[in-house]
């Protein structure tokens, strides 16, 4: 079985973090948690497309407020736990998501 090295897209980025944050404070995420990254394993293992992967993500994306809200959320909740946004990198989600740490931690 070959497995592909492909990187999952911010949008599938920005709701794995979500859920992983929040899969304590709700069991329903945990369960979404699994199941995202199940789908995930069968797109690097050729098993289910990339567009149905996405297709899936953005669904569970709208059911949490949008990519935007999303990312929002997950920054606060780090920033609450720990005090500051740790996570750097120069992909559109890590962008993203400083712009909202800066913002949450100017306040």
């Given at each position: 079985?070959?497995r592909?090295?492909e990187?999952?897209?911010?949008?599938a980025k920005?709701?794995?973090?979500?859920?992983?944050a929040?899969?304590?404070?709700k069991?329903t995420?945990?369960?979404?948690l699994?199941?995202?990254?199940?789908?995930?394993?069968?797109?690097?293992?050729?098993?289910l497309s990339n567009?149905e992967?996405m297709?899936e993500?953005q669904k569970?994306?709208?059911?949490?407020?949008?990519?935007s809200?999303?990312?929002?959320?997950?920054v606060?909740?780090?920033i609450?736990k720990?005090?500051?946004?740790?996570?750097?990198g120069?992909?559109?989600?890590?962008?993203?998501a400083k712009q909202?740490?800066d913002?949450i931690?100017k306040?």
């Amino acid at each position: 079985m070959k497995r592909k090295t492909e990187k999952p897209s911010p949008e599938a980025k920005a709701l794995s973090l979500f859920l992983m944050a929040h899969k304590t404070i709700k069991p329903t995420y945990k369960d979404q948690l699994k199941r995202i990254n199940r789908l995930w394993d069968l797109v690097t293992k050729d098993e289910l497309s990339n567009s149905e992967y996405m297709e899936e993500v953005q669904k569970m994306l709208a059911a949490h407020g949008g990519y935007s809200e999303v990312v929002e959320k997950t920054v606060r909740f780090y920033i609450k736990k720990t005090g500051e946004w740790k996570l750097q990198g120069d992909d559109k989600y890590c962008t993203d998501a400083k712009q909202f740490a800066d913002k949450i931690l100017k306040k």
